[in-house]
């Protein structure tokens, strides 16, 4: 998962340093060639919003593996474009798969661990994150100079293919936990607090979007102020109790 992860950022940035031979290859301006990033992060958000819904009855483990399959046909399309249309295409599918990776991936490593190594798993996941983040412009620069900007995105291809083949051979059937659930997460916005309860503890429910980067990275603190619960995505610091209506 991490692998996929780092070649889903390395794609996704990867443009940033060959806007200029993409332009002039495929005949458009810089900037039509710069859309070829906000096109795969305007599918990102757009997809992360309805997938859940769309997947709820799903095994995740087919569904990681489709978003996994996804880069590999992304790059496949984008370093065989010839025109505008095939260039947004295939950022587009890029976009889907790393909305559809990212906003599964936290749950499933919850799913895949013990609760006392999931801070370790979910910085291991981010790692991928940062290395790839870091390198995926110079390099595309690098690999754009020598083998030209198709040879740069089919790079990732083949990691892509590993990082699938990897996940599909080692990872468990997931099932889906609650098939009832609507999905719907504007739902989230409206809620002010609420009750639910996961392995008998009460929680509090939040309408927040939170990031956890810092609190993996520091698995003691971490467990001692904050209980992450699955089902409803909330922090609590004890039953019952709300550990803050915004949480950073």
Same mark, same amino acid.
């Given at each position: 998962?991490?692998?996929?992860?780092?070649?889903?950022? *390395?794609?996704?940035? $990867?443009?940033?340093?060959?806007?200029?031979?993409? /332009?002039?290859?495929?005949?458009?301006?810089?900037?039509?060639? @710069?859309? *070829?990033?906000?096109?795969? @992060?305007?599918?990102?958000?757009? #997809?992360?919003?309805?997938?859940?819904?769309?997947?709820?009855?799903?095994?995740?483990?087919?569904?990681?593996?489709?978003?996994?399959?996804? +880069?590999?046909?992304?790059?496949?399309?984008?370093?065989?474009? /010839?025109?505008?249309?095939?260039?947004?295409?295939?950022?587009?599918?890029?976009?889907?798969?790393?909305?559809?990776? &990212?906003?599964?991936?936290?749950?499933?490593?919850?799913?895949?661990?013990?609760?006392?190594?999931?801070?370790? @798993?979910?910085? $291991?996941?981010?790692?991928?994150?940062?290395?790839?983040?870091?390198? !995926?412009?110079?390099?595309?620069?690098?690999?754009?100079?020598?083998?030209? &900007? +198709?040879?740069?995105?089919?790079?990732?291809?083949?990691?892509?293919?590993?990082?699938?083949?990897?996940? &599909?051979?080692?990872? +468990? !059937?997931?099932?889906?936990?609650?098939?009832?659930?609507?999905?719907?997460?504007?739902?989230?916005?409206? #809620?002010?607090?609420?009750?639910?309860?996961?392995?008998?503890? +009460?929680?509090?429910? %939040?309408?927040?979007?939170?990031?956890? %980067?810092?609190?993996?990275?520091?698995?003691?603190?971490?467990?001692?102020?904050?209980?992450?619960?699955?089902?409803? @995505?909330?922090?609590?610091?004890?039953?019952?109790?709300?550990?803050?209506?915004?949480? %950073?």
């Amino acid at each position: 998962m991490a692998l996929c992860v780092a070649v889903l950022i *390395a794609s996704e940035f $990867m443009p940033v340093s060959l806007l200029t031979p993409i /332009a002039r290859d495929l005949g458009m301006s810089e900037g039509q060639a @710069g859309q *070829a990033i906000s096109i795969s @992060g305007l599918f990102a958000v757009l #997809t992360s919003l309805f997938i859940a819904g769309f997947t709820r009855k799903i095994d995740r483990k087919f569904v990681l593996s489709s978003f996994s399959l996804m +880069p590999i046909v992304s790059g496949l399309v984008v370093s065989s474009a /010839a025109n505008y249309t095939a260039l947004m295409v295939g950022r587009a599918l890029l976009g889907v798969a790393i909305g559809g990776f &990212w906003s599964m991936s936290t749950a499933v490593v919850m799913r895949l661990l013990p609760e006392s190594a999931v801070p370790e @798993g979910l910085a $291991m996941l981010n790692a991928g994150n940062a290395i790839a983040a870091t390198i !995926s412009a110079p390099l595309g620069s690098f690999l754009g100079d020598y083998i030209g &900007w +198709p040879g740069a995105f089919f790079f990732v291809v083949p990691l892509a293919l590993i990082a699938l083949i990897g996940q &599909w051979t080692n990872m +468990p !059937s997931l099932p889906p936990r609650n098939r009832r659930a609507t999905g719907n997460v504007f739902r989230l916005f409206g #809620t002010r607090t609420g009750r639910s309860r996961h392995d008998g503890d +009460p929680v509090a429910v %939040h309408g927040t979007v939170c990031s956890v %980067h810092l609190s993996a990275a520091v698995p003691r603190v971490r467990r001692r102020l904050f209980r992450l619960r699955l089902a409803t @995505g909330s922090f609590v610091d004890g039953p019952g109790r709300r550990s803050g209506d915004v949480v %950073h």
